[in-house]
Structure formats: C-alpha cells, structure tokens
C-alpha cells in the first residue's frame, strides 16, 4: 500500500521559509524511474505544480518559483523536503506531496494535504 | 497562469454524459500523454486517466480519456451524483524548462 503524508508548520510569517516534509511509504526513491513532487492548491483555485525530485536525484522546479525552491531527498529515510524563501500571503494554500510514476508520466498517488496560511 | 485550459464548469443530469475538453499546445499536449485527476470536495485530487485513455486500477469504464491534436477530452457517462467534483487535465510542457503543468480545472455538477 503506497501512502504519503505532508508534514510542516501551519502558519508562517511573510518573509519567512516554509519548510514541508513528505515521509512516505510502499515504494523506493532508489527505484528506477520514481519521483515525487509538490503541488500546491490556494483556497478555491487551480492546482499548481512546483518541483519534483527523481530516484537519481534529478530535479525540476516551476519556473516561476525556481528561485525559491528547493526540493531534496533523503531515501534512506523515505522523506522529501521542499523549502520555499521568502513566503508571501499568495503562497497560501494546501502544499500537497505525490509520487511521480516516471519520468514524463503522472501523479499517481496523493497525500491528503496540508494547509500553510501565510500571515503576520 | 496555466497553459491548460478548461471550461469552468459543465453539468448535466443523473445518467446523462458529460465531457471536459483541456486545450494546450504543441509543447504540452501535442507532445505528451495528458492524465485527468478527479478532485471530490475537501479531498486530494486523485488520478483518473493517464496517458490519454488509460484507467488505474479500480477507475470504472464511466470515465474515458482521448487526445487529439493539442487538446484533450474527458468523457463521463452515467452520470452520478458522486461524480460531482473538480476535474484537472496534466501533462508535461517543455516550453521553458520541463515542467508539469495542470489545467485550469472543471467544475462537474450533477443537477
């Protein structure tokens, strides 16, 4: 069975860096062709997606927020990390984590969530 | 910002067919497998359709998946009232750097 789940704070400060967790469960990030990534969803608006770490560690990130992004793995623990500088109350939304089933293939599997409120 | 659009919303009654086109462009669609992703309320999007017209495991045959050109179509047939939900088409652009990019989004309502 395949689970992810996102872990972070809950509300941030502007200009503060938001720090996401995704701990995972019933795949690899060694195995061959797998990825996960982050996508995120303000209040009643689209799905954005932001970056995506492969099993050989290759990297992608949206252009947009390339700047601001970082996304690393840790395999052994069966984590991914993604911080984002310089928050800003448009980064509120719900930060979603999902495996990537191989390169230019989909998300097939979801976290359920979580919502980071940027606020003073 | 997305490079993927879909109508607003769409909606029909119990029984009858819907369908939710995503229109790209020769860097995303017409070059790469679209997935469709169902979003019920207050849940994470879950995958639908992936690479044009497959379904995953325990998706039912209501939903099919075509891709012609630029632009891609999701098809419900005997609509239930639990297909009510946000519906998102995906894919791979590669105009900039390769990235994934999601449409819009498409409100199906079951009247």
């Known amino acids: 069975q395949i689970t992810l789940k996102e872990s972070g704070p809950t509300l941030v400060k502007p200009t503060q860096t938001l720090t996401l967790t995704c701990t995972f469960s019933?795949?690899?990030?060694?195995?061959?062709?797998?990825?996960v990534g982050w996508i995120r969803q303000p209040p009643g608006k689209a799905l954005e997606w932001l970056a995506l770490i492969y099993w050989d560690d290759d990297k992608r990130y949206s252009p947009s927020l390339k700047s601001r992004l970082t996304i690393t793995k840790d395999t052994s623990k069966n984590q991914v990390v993604l911080t984002m500088t310089n928050m800003d109350p448009v980064d509120t939304a719900t930060y979603y984590c999902?495996?990537?089933?191989?390169?230019?293939?989909?998300?097939?599997?979801w976290g359920q969530g979580t919502l980071v409120t940027v606020s003073s | 910002q997305s490079v993927l659009t879909q109508p607003p919303s769409v909606s029909a009654a119990p029984g009858q067919k819907v369908t939710i086109s995503c229109s790209g462009s020769s860097s995303n669609i017409g070059n790469n497998y679209v997935s469709w992703y169902q979003q019920l309320p207050g849940t994470a999007p879950k995958l639908l359709i992936y690479?044009?017209?497959k379904r995953p495991s325990g998706i039912p045959d209501r939903f099919s998946g075509s891709k012609s050109g630029t632009s891609a179509t999701l098809g419900i047939t005997g609509l239930q009232t639990g297909d009510e939900a946000d519906y998102y088409c995906g894919t791979w652009d590669s105009s900039l750097s390769l990235r994934y990019v999601f449409g819009t989004g498409t409100k199906v309502t079951v009247l």
């Open positions: 999902a495996r990537g089933s191989g390169y230019f293939h989909p998300f097939d599997y």
């Open positions: 690479e044009n017209n």
């Open positions: 019933g795949f690899s990030l060694s195995t061959s062709g797998v990825g």
